[in-house]
């Protein structure tokens, strides 16, 4: 566990992915509660005077027209939490909720939303002592924000409904009142604007993006790895990835995903078996590679830039400015635009890398460029050996391709029209977060049959491979005899998104 203290300025993707692992003890921090202080006594001044300001004291949406009397405002905030929740299908997972709770509680930490400490104080209550409301996935048009998960969480904060709580190391189910009562948390009571605070901005479809930007992060690193695997068990040529090739085309991503196949193949004794080699070069999927790649982890560099901006922003409506004197403007920084346009792309990015590794997974398994026995069978006809792990590839593939279509397109315009314009970001985000763990799975197969192959060739492979090929071994044994391959294949796709990888270059 690591202290956390949160201020609305300094909140990283790490910081997030650690939160819904439980790594984290959440505080808030003095600054944080100063300039909250600061833009909730605006607030109060509002009400006091009778100024009728949008959000503070009228109706939401396409009633914002009507005025809502003083002594109605807690009621007001307190409707709108209820009747906003109304999201349906599976759960969020529980890790996904915390990360959630995490970005919202940062968001009105900046004191540009008027919400009182006591929000955030009771936000970091439900964090640190593990409970999470049970809060359907679909609802949320990534425009007037996550409405509808957000009023889940919000309706969590007051006491209502259902929650989720890891008891004896298990996730158990059990109302949020029982939850306050055993951890000491009092339901919170909504004042004036807090309720709209809480469930307008881009929280949900952020939590997805943390993770999938972290996967993604990992995954970009092992793709590299796994075909440099791949180069050396087909024996494959190492000219492509000279720094001279990239070094005339510098993009960074490129030159990147080069250096890091370069490092894997130092010292290879296999590159010593091209000296009267009469192939002239190998196929795209492995010469391209750091083509291929690279535009990827560019894109994931500034996929991760737009997301670090996107977590340490106010991204509600009207946002309440306390210099000058103080100031309440209406906007729409709710809006997910940036996070959907990065999912669309990730999406597209997952499916790419995940497609080229399947095709080097293929020239494994094929003869003509292996030079080994057909699927690395070891009784090739009476056994199929890894034929069907490329096949598992492909259907994965399948469903990426599905998954890459844009989710930014299915514009559906709501509330009487006021709200016209949607972003679909949650959306996305889910379905890119979903595929960043299918891509693991494409990967982890391809290492699977790049380790099969190097065990069947006599020359050392670079040191990197070899670490590699060592680690795979810790978790999938060499193939003696057909067997089913799933347990193998998921183990090792988990031990990928883990990171665990990354440690073994490390020595």
Same mark, same amino acid.
Request: hydrophobic share 40%.
């Given at each position: ?141 990534? +425009? ?94 190492? &000219? ?73 922003? &106010? ?38 890398? &995940? ?18 026995? +057909? ?75 790049? +380790? ?56």
């Amino acid at each position: 566990m690591r202290e956390l203290s949160i201020d609305g300025f300094s909140l990283t993707i790490e910081d997030v992915v650690d939160t819904g692992r439980n790594l984290t003890t959440v505080s808030l921090s003095p600054n944080a509660r100063t300039r909250m202080g600061e833009s909730r006594s605006i607030v109060e001044g509002i009400i006091e005077s009778d100024e009728v300001v949008y959000g503070i004291n009228t109706g939401f949406g396409a009633l914002s027209s009507v005025t809502i009397d003083s002594s109605e405002l807690s009621r007001l905030q307190t409707n709108l939490i209820r009747s906003h929740a109304c999201g349906v299908g599976e759960p969020m997972e529980y890790a996904h909720v915390k990360m959630m709770m995490l970005i919202r509680a940062n968001t009105l930490c900046r004191g540009q939303s008027g919400a009182r400490t006591l929000v955030v104080e009771t936000l970091i209550q439900m964090i640190n002592n593990g409970i999470c409301p049970l809060i359907p996935r679909i609802g949320s048009l990534g +425009a007037s924000g996550d409405l509808a998960p957000l009023s889940h969480l919000a309706m969590g904060l007051i006491g209502e409904g259902e929650c989720e709580i890891i008891d004896g190391g298990e996730i158990a189910i059990m109302s949020t009142s029982e939850a306050f009562e055993k951890s000491g948390i009092s339901p919170l009571v909504l004042e004036a604007k807090e309720g709209l605070s809480l469930i307008n901005g881009t929280s949900q479809m952020c939590a997805f993006m943390c993770e999938c930007i972290s996967n993604l992060d990992m995954l970009m690193f092992a793709s590299d790895l796994s075909a440099a695997c791949s180069v050396e068990g087909i024996m494959g040529s190492h &000219a492509p990835f000279d720094s001279r090739i990239h070094d005339s085309r510098p993009h960074w991503g490129q030159s990147i995903s080069a250096a890091r196949i370069r490092e894997m193949l130092n010292n290879s004794q296999i590159k010593l078996s091209h000296a009267d080699c009469d192939r002239v070069q190998d196929s795209y999927s492995m010469r391209c590679v750091p083509q291929v790649h690279g535009p990827v982890i560019d894109m994931l560099r500034e996929s991760r830039r737009i997301l670090t901006i996107e977590i340490n922003s &106010a991204t509600d409506n009207p946002l309440v400015f306390a210099d000058g004197g103080g100031e309440i403007i209406s906007g729409g920084n709710f809006h997910g635009q940036y996070i959907a346009l990065t999912s669309d792309g990730l999406a597209v990015a997952c499916h790419e890398v &995940a497609s080229i590794s399947e095709r080097r997974t293929n020239q494994l398994l094929d003869p003509k460029w292996s030079n080994q026995k +057909a699927f690395l069978a070891n009784d090739e006809g009476l056994e199929s050996g890894l034929m069907i792990v490329q096949y598992t590839s492909a259907a994965v593939l399948s469903e990426l391709h599905l998954l890459a279509s844009p989710a930014t397109i299915s514009n559906v315009p709501v509330s009487m029209g006021k709200e016209d314009h949607v972003s679909m970001g949650a959306t996305g985000a889910f379905r890119s977060l979903k595929s960043s763990r299918y891509l693991s799975q494409v990967i982890a197969n391809e290492l699977i049959c790049a +380790a099969e192959a190097l065990d069947r060739i006599d020359e050392e492979a670079g040191d990197g491979v070899t670490k590699v090929h060592s680690w795979v071994r810790e978790i999938v044994s060499p193939l003696t005899a057909d067997r089913s391959m799933s347990n193998d294949s998921i183990s090792l796709s988990e031990a990928l998104l883990s990171g665990r990888i990354v440690e073994i270059l490390g020595d």
